[in-house]
């Protein structure tokens, strides 16, 4: 679980239930700042810890704020499967609960579909908007059907040899060359993997939603990180957001789609010049 590393405050750890949805969540204070606190959405299967590497590259000055997604980590899964609307209407929920009104918002892989669906459903709570190596949902660009295969189960978040038989054909960049850092970058059999029910869940409210209608409508800064040896994203899905909301951000990187946890020092600099540019004066706040 995440701690307090290199001086930082340790994160305030938590468990919320908003709309039926009982949350893990883990609060990053920020060292003295007046910045807006960052909200990140990790990917699918992914526990909260995984995060920490890119977390820990930004400044000290940024609150940060995690969640698990029901039935990952440490948040029980629910008894019916949920969609993505409902689950965004919760986590506006728990940033309430919080006490943080807006807050900029990077979703990765599976949550930028969340993160997409939070900036359309609440655009008032969302300042910035940062989707990193994600689409439009289910109208997207996939990738080989050998690589989505090996996405359908979550084998490799507690099987090490798995992880790194499979890490360079379905990641691509660095895992390529040193598969054998995929168990410890997915934190495999050092963090609490996804359940059964819990990833299913989550493959069924990712395959029932797209974006791709309602790109125009997302009317929020938006930076578009993706990177050009992503076997699981492949890198048309950034172009395809870039193209589609407008005035955004387009960020490539020779990386691969674990590149914001295996280079995050390489990345966390661009999402946060991102995040720490001077709001345009003369734009109108959305909601």
């Known amino acids: 679980m995440t701690g307090a590393r290199d001086g930082r405050v340790a994160d305030r750890v938590a468990d919320l ?7 893990h969540v883990a609060v990053r ?9 960052l909200l990140l959405v990790n990917g699918i299967g992914a526990a909260l810890g995984l995060l920490d590497p890119f977390v820990d590259a930004l400044p000290p000055d940024v609150e940060t704020i995690r969640f698990d997604p029901p039935g990952v980590g440490g948040s029980p899964a629910p008894v019916l499967p949920y969609h993505l609307p409902g689950l965004a209407a919760a986590v506006d929920g728990l940033l309430s609960r919080l006490g943080r009104g807006r807050v900029d918002v990077l979703g990765y892989s599976w949550g930028g579909a ?6 359309l459903g609440s655009p008032g709570r969302v300042r910035r908007l940062v989707l ?26 507690h099987d090490p ?40 869940f ?33 890198v048309v899905n950034a172009r395809i957001l870039h193209r589609g909301i407008a005035g955004s951000q387009l960020h490539l990187h020779p990386g691969g789609h674990l590149a914001l946890l295996t280079e995050p020092h390489e990345l966390a600099p661009v999402v946060d010049a991102f995040l720490a540019a001077p709001d345009d004066p003369g734009a109108v706040p959305a909601g």
Request: aromatic share 4%; net charge positive; glycine share 14%.
């Open 17 to 23: 239930t908003v709309d039926g949805h009982t949350l």
């Open 29 to 37: 204070p920020a060292d003295g700042s007046g910045r807006t606190p």
């Open 114 to 119: 969340l993160a997409q669906q939070l900036a």
């Open 132 to 157: 990193v190596a994600t689409g439009t949902g289910a109208l997207m660009v996939p990738g080989p059907p050998s690589v989505l295969a090996r996405m359908l189960t979550g084998r490799r978040y």
């Open 161 to 200: 040899e798995h992880a790194r038989e499979v890490a360079g054909r379905i990641y691509g960049g660095t895992m390529r060359t040193r598969p054998e850092r995929a168990a410890e970058v997915l934190g495999t059999g050092r963090t609490t993997g996804p359940g059964d029910r819990g990833y299913r």
């Open 202 to 234: 989550q493959l069924l409210a990712a395959a029932s939603w797209t974006s791709l209608p309602f790109l125009p409508l997302l009317h929020v800064p938006t930076l578009v990180v993706a990177g050009e040896d992503d076997p699981v994203v492949p």
